[in-house]
């Protein structure tokens, strides 16, 4: 369904970091065990490739009020179509990112927050991840380009609390 009416946005790879840099190194001794055997080279080598350069993110198709999540697999996007239309809000969450638990020395470190833009529904209890970003200024630019492009009013997330959860939230509050 590619069209000039669909928004394409990279998420990311879809297995995590360090799972790809273990990869990487499967890699290289594949490569390696292409002097040796070719087939348990390619082998090895197709594989990992699979792993290190699998990208994942949304498409958005605003023509028809359709989004996905896909998969990118062998440059096919895999993933199944829905209607956002029961999503009429954007919205900008603000997010402190925790640095990960193995951190390779030779990886910039990540950034201290992160702007994460979703589509949110009437209620802000279903939200769908469109796109994350580091920088602030980027971030709401993005948001009133989307909004734009989407025909979607941008809110504040106000999610409802329950009596239950305000009145545990009241208790921690007073001690």
């Known amino acids: 369904m590619k069209n000039k009416n669909t928004i394409k946005i990279y998420g990311g790879?879809?297995?995590?970091?360090?799972f790809?840099?273990?990869n990487c190194g499967f890699l290289l001794i594949g490569l390696y065990a292409l002097t040796?055997?070719?087939?348990?080279?390619?082998?090895?080598?197709f594989i990992n490739c699979f792993f290190i350069f699998t990208p994942t993110g949304i498409e958005i198709n605003y023509s028809e009020k359709l989004y996905r999540n896909y998969i990118n697999i062998l440059?096919?996007?895999v993933g199944k179509w829905t209607s956002y239309t029961e999503f009429?809000?954007?919205t900008m969450i603000t997010k402190k990112v925790e640095p990960p638990d193995i951190r390779l020395p030779f990886i910039a470190p990540p950034p201290d927050k992160c702007y994460e833009i979703y589509l949110l529904n009437q209620?802000?209890?279903?939200?769908?991840?469109?796109?994350?970003?580091?920088?602030?200024?980027?971030?709401q630019k993005e948001l009133k380009e989307l909004a734009a492009k989407l025909n979607l009013s941008i809110t504040d997330y106000n999610p409802p609390v329950s009596?239950?959860?305000?009145v545990k939230t009241k208790v921690k509050r007073n001690k």
């Open 13 to 18: 790879r879809f297995f995590p970091e360090t």
């Open 20 to 22: 790809v840099y273990v």
């Open 36 to 45: 040796d055997n070719i087939p348990v080279g390619l082998t090895l080598s």
């Open 75 to 77: 440059g096919y996007n």
């Open 88 to 90: 009429p809000y954007l």
């Open 123 to 139: 209620t802000h209890q279903k939200k769908v991840e469109v796109k994350k970003l580091t920088n602030f200024d980027e971030a």
């Open 163 to 166: 009596v239950k959860t305000a």
